[in-house]
Every structure is written in C-alpha cells, then in structure tokens.
C-alpha cells in the first residue's frame, strides 16, 4: 500500500540513448537501427513515455489524488504527449546552476500553455545544488521567486540538508526573509493566469535543445519591449493570440501551413525570420502569404540592412552590418519591400581581404531584408540568433518596430529601462488584472554565471494597459497606494512612482 503522502517527486528521468541487448530487441522489432543514434534516441525516448505512463496509473491505482511529477530540469514540447502522467509542472531552473537567467522565462512561457499548474524551483545556493554553505544573494533570490510569480507559477527553493540533520538558521533566514514578502504578495497572485497576445513557436520542437538560440533571442527582444508572450508548439490552439511569430528555422508542414492560414484569415498576423516558412525541404517557402520567393542562401555575409521609414524609426538611415548569413530571397507581386540588404564590395576570403572583422559596404543594393505582405512581415537575416550572440541594439529595434506595424496596440505598454521586465496576469475570480514591474540586473562579475545584489531602485514609470473594460481603481499593492488613472481608447494609463525591485499594480474592474 502507497504511504501517505502529499505527492510524488521522481527525480532526473531522461530518455537514453541505450544499446543493451534488452534495446536492440525493441528496436528491432519497431522496425528501426539499433546502429543508428536518431533511432536509439526515438526509442530511448518512446520507452521512457511508457515508463511514465505506466508509473503514474500504478501511484494512481493506490490514491488517485496524489500529485505526480518527473523531473528531468525542463518542460518543453516532448512533455505535450505525456501531459496527462502528470498533475502539475516543476521546472528546475537554477541560475547560477548550469540553466542561466534565460532558462525559466522560456520554459515557463511553454509550460503554462499546456493548462496544468506551475511551480518554479530555484535554490539557496550561489552555485547549485550540494554547494553547502554558500548562500545566494537575497536580490537574485527574490528576483527568482517574483519572476515566478509573475509568470503565474508557484515558487519553491531548494536546499540540501548537512549529514548530521541540523538546517542552517542563517539559510532558512535567508529563505523566509524572501518568502515573507511572498506572502504579502500571495493574495495577487493566488489562481492567476498570464495575459498573452503573442505566440513564439518554438525552436526546441525541432532542435530538442533547452534554450535554442533563436528562443533566447525572442526572449531578449520581447521582454526588453515589453510584450505579452507565450511559446508555442506546432499542436497548439493560435486562436487566442494575435501575433505569431516564427524565428528563424521553422519549417512548415501542410498541416502547420493550414494552420497558419487559418490564422492569418482570422485576423491575425506573422512575424517570421530567415528559413521560418520553408518547406521541411527547406528549398521554397509553403506559403504564398510569406510574399517571397526562396533563392537559397545569401551570396554575401555579413552584409547590411539599411533601414528607413517607418521600420527603421529610431536608426539613423545608413547601414547597420548584419553579422550572419541571410536567405536570398525575392519579393513576390504585391509585397513591399521595407528595407534592403546593401552588399560588401566582396565577401573576405583567401582572394579578398580587406581590415580585421569584414568588408565595408560597397554602397550597392542587393536585395530584400525586410518584406511585408497583408499581415505578414518577413526578415531575411536570423535576426533572433543574431540579438542572442551579440544583441545588436538596430535587430532590437528593427523587430520591434515590425510588430508595431502588426500590432500598434498592444496589450502593455511600459515606459522604462529595457531592463525593466514587465508581465500581465489576470485574477478572473477576483475582477481584476495585475501588472507585474520587475527590475533586477543580472550581471557577469565571474566567469562562469549571473550574479544578482544590488537592487536599483527606477522611478515615474509610465504604463498604458490595453483592457477594452472599465477600471474601477489602481492601486500598488500589496501596499495599497492608490494611483491617478485616466481611460481613453479602450486603455487605462498611469504612472507608477517607484519600482524597488518588483512592485504589482492592481486593476480593478468594474462589476
């Protein structure tokens, strides 16, 4: 008989890539090579969902209330098939540990959309788990805990006790002194659920990795400009969202095509960047909504976009390098071309060289950057991967200039330092909305990761939210300051005084 308890914790439970004799009998008769490592990992990976589905009818055959989870330190799309194996989701998301400060706004911004509650877990530690005696900076711990929240999921810390079972007071006082603030903050956060407009269809669906490189860049870019996101797998419902956005190397199937057609019919409107629209072939694009036609790769990198008019606002009219390799592509009838790419005199090689990193624009047009057909604006380069390994502050602005286009009102709109990371959440029992300001600064004073201790406090932060409902009050809370408020247009606006670190503000609606 299964003792009682609350719940179950299966910890690090990962497909192998396994070659015992056991293996080789299965995939032989599933009809796949054991000599080849796609078809050992398709294996590895089908045995571990019927472990998992086995297991979980077992633990439920004893008490079917009990919560289950299997820890691998991830949530992503290879989870959607066995969603139903588990009562919530954990993502183990240690900053310092290994995973980083991209990790968890990632997997969380996934996580939350395959409707099962969330919980965050970092730790106590300044590097990860058995690091006895260290203690993490009480602003990055704070900061882990209230981006948790504000994402809508529940929060935890780990810690791992001394042989002898005696806990460390100044731990636990280090812990509870975050945990304290939670509980103040508990009441907002209590049953709510993220505001979205935009879907990211993400990467790790086809490359299997945890932060892919356009995923991380997205993240940057749409956080920095205070957009309301989600990602998304190829499975999921678009209808909620307004904007899709594929970056850089989603390939299109007919089923993933007929979809975002659908999409497009009903209103809504893509952003997609470099092969994102090809074929699984990879040799045309599957849509004639993309407006271009796919001539393959670039024939010069790096090269240059020069922007101008309403895409480039904010860039003075000149070139701005792009350091990796564009698609070649040609715009189709009816499509505007909102930047061009202008071409080196040569590309660097062993016949031509020219200065230390590349050649300079020759001043030559080549061709389309940017592109926009109806509801769809098209980028030549990965613009993503490219703002994850160097964020070019002109990729930045650039997308975020497309999306007003396709979004001119959004749902958040914040006036702050791009440090200032700032999430909606919604309490629908409660007649009310959240916004969640929060600005601590990660930064690289060792080596090996992040560190987080000073918090630096911002002040007469403007913020305009997009409700379409009549607000009743704002307030900061938990404090309970009430805040000046005007509505106009469908959107109510205001100016938050002080941000020290994280500060909720309350909209209350109207009966």
Not at 229 to 251: E, N
Not at 324 to 346: C, D, K, M, N, W
Request: hydrophobic share 40%.
């Amino acid at each position: 008989m299964l003792p009682a308890v609350d719940g179950l914790f299966f910890d690090i439970v990962h497909a192998l890539d396994c070659s015992c004799r056991y293996c080789q009998e299965g995939m032989r008769q599933a009809g796949l090579e054991p000599s080849r490592e796609s078809d050992r990992k398709a294996f590895g990976r089908r045995v571990l969902e019927e472990w998992i589905q086995e297991m979980s009818a077992f633990v439920r055959s004893f008490d079917p209330e009990v919560t289950i989870f299997y820890n691998a330190g991830h949530v992503g799309p290879s989870h959607r098939s066995v969603a139903d194996a588990y009562t919530h989701w954990e993502i183990e998301s240690l900053p310092s540990g290994g995973w980083g400060y991209l990790h968890f706004p990632i997997a969380i911004r996934y996580a939350r959309t395959l409707k099962r509650e969330s919980l965050g877990m970092t730790g106590k530690f300044h590097t990860s788990w058995g690091d006895f005696h260290s203690f993490k900076n009480r602003a990055a711990l704070e900061f882990e805990c209230f981006q948790m929240l504000a994402h809508g999921a529940k929060c935890s810390v780990g810690d791992q006790l001394h042989p002898r079972g005696r806990i460390c007071p100044v731990t636990y006082e280090l812990i509870g002194s975050v945990y304290r603030q939670v509980e103040e903050k508990e009441p907002w956060c209590a049953g709510a659920t993220p505001v979205a407009e935009i879907a990211v269809l993400t990467p790790e669906e086809f490359t299997g990795e945890r932060i892919p490189a356009p995923s991380a860049g997205a993240t940057r870019i749409l956080q920095e400009g205070r957009h309301q996101f989600d990602f998304v797998d190829t499975s999921a419902d678009l209808s909620p969202y307004r904007v899709a956005i594929l970056p850089d190397g989603i390939p299109v199937t007919g089923a993933l095509g007929e979809k975002l057609r659908a999409f497009l019919n009903a209103g809504g409107a893509i952003l997609a960047s470099h092969r994102s629209g090809l074929t699984p072939e990879g040799d045309a694009f599957a849509l004639p909504e993309w407006g271009v036609r796919y001539l393959g790769e670039a024939p010069y990198s790096p090269d240059f976009i020069l922007p101008s008019g309403a895409i480039g606002e904010g860039l003075p009219e000149t070139e701005h390098v792009m350091y990796l390799r564009a698609s070649h592509v040609r715009a189709t009838q009816g499509t505007e071309v909102l930047a061009e790419t202008i071409v080196p005199y040569f590309n660097r090689t062993y016949a031509h060289f020219c200065s230390h990193r590349h050649t300079p624009s020759s001043g030559q047009r080549g061709y389309p950057a940017i592109t926009q057909r109806g509801s769809v604006i098209y980028f030549a380069h990965p613009i993503f991967t490219q703002y994850h390994e160097n964020a070019p502050r002109w990729c930045r602005m650039l997308v975020l200039n497309a999306l007003r286009r396709l979004l001119p009102q959004p749902l958040l709109q914040v006036n702050g330092p791009t440090t200032l990371i700032a999430t909606l959440t919604a309490q629908e029992t409660e007649n009310r909305w959240i916004v969640h300001l929060l600005h601590y600064v990660p930064e690289r004073r060792g080596s090996r990761f992040d560190v987080i201790e000073d918090v630096i406090p911002i002040y007469d932060i403007a913020v305009q939210v997009r409700t379409l409902r009549p607000v009743e009050s704002v307030r900061c809370v938990p404090e309970g300051r009430t805040l000046s408020y005007q509505s106009a247009g469908g959107a109510v606006q205001f100016t938050v005084p002080e941000v020290v670190g994280h500060q909720m503000v309350e909209l209350s609606f109207r009966e």
